[in-house]
């Protein structure tokens, strides 16, 4: 039962190892909120690492109220904002989220988010997994 309970522990551990390496975050900055203004966007390049679909299916963070999966939509030249349920990083592919594309929407952003701090984003997938993330806080004039 001891050997049995060691085996169980080290799997255990293998596949948390696992859940966090299969999507790797580059590129990833939250704009600085307007003051007043009532949501901020994240933008962030998504490398799924890994042989199998990765489902974004939630995003939680520190540094908002609320954080939804935004499209942007261009109808006859206006651009509109929609909301998404889930994100599909394909197997070996990469998803980028950038203006005038698909971004995470901060509503109610903190106050406290300025340029030169940091926002946690956690992302929650399909499989279990979830990865969390520091991303600067930019401001809008940065490049
Ligand atoms: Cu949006």
Do not use: W
Not at 72 to 96: D, E, K, R
């Amino acid at each position: 039962m001891k050997v049995l309970c060691r085996i169980v522990a080290a799997v255990a551990l293998l596949i948390s190892a696992a859940a966090v390496a299969e999507i790797a975050v580059t590129d990833g900055h939250v704009r600085a909120p307007i003051p007043g203004a009532a949501s901020t966007a994240a933008y962030m390049t998504l490398r799924n690492t890994s042989a199998e679909d990765m489902l974004l299916e939630r995003v939680t963070t520190t540094a908002a109220a609320g954080v939804t999966l935004h499209n942007t939509m261009n109808h006859n030249g206006m651009l509109h904002m929609m909301g998404m349920a889930s994100l599909t990083i394909p197997a070996n592919g990469s998803v980028v989220l950038q203006e005038g594309g698909m971004h995470l929407m901060l509503d109610s952003p903190l106050a406290t988010m300025k340029p030169g701090t940091t926002a946690e984003v956690t992302l929650y997938f399909a499989n279990g997994s979830e990865l969390t993330i520091s991303l600067p806080v930019r401001s809008v004039l940065e490049r």
